[in-house]
């Protein structure tokens, strides 16, 4: 498999891979969606009792006009950057599970009402780093007398166990596609006027007695013209799809750069067909 042009940015990525095929890059989409770790918010504890404000003495109420559940999955849902050199699962932890700076995030709120909780009330408690990315997410909005107090913790987890964890969104590949017109014979000038006119999103352009395509090198636009290739029946348009070529995009949430992540789902499928490759070899 080769990597071709490459568009990368902070979240986002677009590459092109060649020599492949399309299960090869399926498996890479899959990965990325469901096996790409990253931090999130998984316990959260609330405060139950009067909450009194030491410097004015007064009392609050510890409830809000959500459930507790449904703050903690608005806490649980919101991304946190995250560096996976420095944490690991609590599952492989020195700590044995218990719970320690290498494979856990505190973060706490503390408002009084009445006031709009944000994403950015959760602070960490320690490095500021690990602020939340969507800082103005709303989370829960507190009446007069109500206040909110919570620690929160963040742990590693994927996609395979709860959403929250999902680093890649809107990852999909798509062939190469080339298109071509030429005017075959028994075509005539209305049928290709035709096709211009009904073109998806435009894509064929009728001007100076000339069809043209206009989608560029963009593999979704070409695919689009898939299907009007059955409305000249002489073949004038063509659409070839090249399916040892394909595009692969996706966006991350911020938790990791869209190269971390990728980078993470080719180590992680290379060592899955290691641990395949060492079974097959232990085989008598
Ligand atoms: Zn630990």
């Not at 890479?28 to 770790?37: A, E």
């Not at 903690?72 to 218990?98: F, H, I, M, N």
């Not at 911020?254 to 993470?264: H, I, N, P, Q, V």
Request: glycine share 8%; aromatic share 6%.
């Amino acid at each position: 498999m080769e990597l071709g042009a490459v568009e990368l940015r902070q979240r986002k990525l677009r590459a092109d891979l060649s020599a492949t095929t399309a299960s090869q890059v399926n498996a890479i989409r899959r990965t990325l969606l469901s096996d790409v770790p990253k931090l999130a918010i998984e316990d959260v504890e609330f405060h139950l009792g009067p909450i009194r404000d030491e410097a004015s003495g007064k009392d609050y109420d510890s409830s809000t006009s959500m459930f507790d559940e449904a703050i903690a999955l608005r806490l649980g849902l919101l991304p946190v950057p995250t560096d996976l050199g420095q944490y690991r699962r609590k599952s492989e932890c020195t700590c044995k599970g218990e719970g320690c700076v290498h494979c856990q995030v505190m973060y706490s709120i503390d408002k009084k009402g009445p006031c709009t909780v944000y994403a950015r009330d959760l602070l960490p408690l320690g490095d500021p780093t690990l602020a939340t990315l969507e800082p103005e997410v709303p989370i829960v909005r507190l009446g007069a007398r109500q206040a909110l107090l919570a620690y929160a913790t963040a742990v590693l987890g994927t996609a395979r166990e709860h959403a929250k964890w999902q680093v890649a969104q809107a990852v999909g590949f798509y062939p190469k596609a080339e298109v071509k017109i030429s005017k075959r014979p028994g075509c005539t000038e209305s049928c290709l006027k035709r096709l211009a006119e009904t073109s998806p999103s435009g894509l064929l352009e009728w001007s100076g007695g000339k069809l043209t395509y206009t989608g560029g090198d963009d593999p979704e636009k070409a695919l689009l013209l898939v299907g009007s290739q059955r409305l000249c029946e002489h073949g004038s348009l063509e659409v070839k799809l090249d399916e040892t070529h394909f595009q692969i995009r996706f966006e991350t949430d911020g938790s990791l750069s869209a190269r971390e992540a990728f980078r993470y789902a080719l180590k992680d499928l290379k060592r899955r067909f290691e641990e395949l490759r060492e079974a097959v070899q232990a085989l008598p």
